[in-house]
């Protein structure tokens, strides 16, 4: 199994700026990547993808975050730090952290609320 711990969020003003991050722990070795996903509250559907880090170092970013949102991160150790600036209020969600294992089998952490007010 997989233990993830994620930290920041909170509320901010648009315009403003914050951080994430999230470690995995456990059985990390199953790893093959791991990032940030979101999901609006009251809207239906698949979480969005914010930022993602693959086991070769590849980023790839949501299209709704991009040029705003930088991932860094840690394949060895398995831990992630998103940083998310010029933030606006249909940045609004629950973000989550995600964990894509070689055993078919991903983890969500138990998200954390970002709220952008206007």
């Known amino acids: 199994q997989v233990q993830l711990v994620e930290s920041g969020g909170g509320s901010v003003h648009s315009g403003g700026s914050l951080g994430l991050s999230c470690v995995a722990s456990?059985?990390?070795?199953?790893?093959?990547?791991m990032g940030w996903y979101r999901q609006t509250p009251g809207v239906s559907g698949e979480r969005e993808l914010v930022?993602?880090?693959?086991?070769?170092?590849?980023?790839k970013y949501g299209s709704s975050v991009k040029g705003r949102a930088a991932l860094s991160g840690d394949t060895r150790k398995w831990t992630v730090v998103l940083a998310m600036s010029d933030l606006k209020p249909e940045d609004t969600a629950v973000y989550s952290c995600?964990?894509?294992?070689?055993?078919?089998?991903?983890?969500w952490g138990p998200g954390t609320q970002v709220t952008v007010s206007s």
């Open positions: 995600n964990v894509d294992r070689n055993t078919g089998v991903d983890y």
């Open positions: 456990g059985n990390i070795r199953s790893i093959i990547a």
């Open positions: 930022a993602r880090l693959e086991s070769d170092g590849t980023i």
